[in-house]
């Protein structure tokens, strides 16, 4: 299905197949699409119910919300939110405003944020996420099996893990101090460095980098295991 409207909405029920669709403002909403969707919109929202494939979702303007796609998401968004319930493959998300949050990511994250936060409730995979402002969250339930880079600027970095995830820490604050529940086994001689802590959690494993740059604040960055 293809749909294209040069200034107003464009809302599709049910599509067997793939859909295409493209505005210069208003809303598209799609409740179910049997394949891909493919969605451009230079001046208003998207929102996307089911798709049984990939998800590639732009806008200049508002906020894209995908309920549940099978495949993988690449969603660029210049002034809102991205918003994505369940992600079955690699997403692939972008905002310069708003934030970014996934409730379910099967597969691996890129997120990059110039202005907002960034939550993943529920991540199963690798998790690569950087933002400029307010903070990065991130709690894995299941332990990714390659490395992963979390980085702020102005926020506080969290992360949740399951209790036997290993991981080789690598965190660093210029701003700020670091906190962990989670026991780290740091070999190190002399004096740890402020702002600095490095080792192993559950004898070591992928690389766990976190990297918070800028003037300090009131959040610490906390890693917490999960059960």
């Known amino acids: 299905m293809n749909a294209q409207n040069s200034g107003g909405d464009i809302q599709i029920g049910t599509a067997a197949g793939s859909a295409t669709a493209q505005t210069s403002s208003g809303i598209i909403k799609i409740s179910t699409a049997g394949g891909n969707a493919d969605i451009r919109n230079s001046g208003g929202g998207i929102e996307i119910g089911e798709t049984g494939g ?35 493959g690699v997403s692939s998300l972008r905002t310069s405003s708003g934030s970014i949050l996934v409730a ?14 960034i939550e993943v409730s529920d991540a199963r995979d690798v998790v690569q ?6 903070g990065i969250t991130v ?19 969290t992360i949740g893990l399951p209790r036997s995830a290993g991981f080789n820490l690598d965190a660093h604050s210029s701003g700020g101090k670091i906190v962990t529940e989670t026991p780290v086994t740091v070999a190190v001689q002399g004096e740890q460095k402020h702002g600095v802590l490095e080792g192993k959690i559950n004898g070591g494993g992928p690389a766990l980098i976190r990297r918070r740059i800028g003037a300090a604040t009131r959040r610490g960055r906390r890693t917490q295991p999960r059960g």
């Open 129 to 134: 996420a950087e933002t400029s402002s307010e």
């Open 104 to 117: 379910l990511a099967k597969g691996r994250v890129e997120a990059k944020n110039s202005g907002g936060k």
């Open 139 to 157: 709690n894995f339930s299941a332990a990714p099996n390659a490395d992963c880079r979390l980085q702020v600027s102005g926020g506080g970095i």
């Open 54 to 88: 990939s998800v590639t979702a732009e806008t200049s303007s508002g906020n894209i919300k995908i309920k549940n796609a099978k495949g993988n998401v690449d969603a660029r968004n210049s002034g809102g939110s991205i918003a994505i319930d369940e992600a079955g």
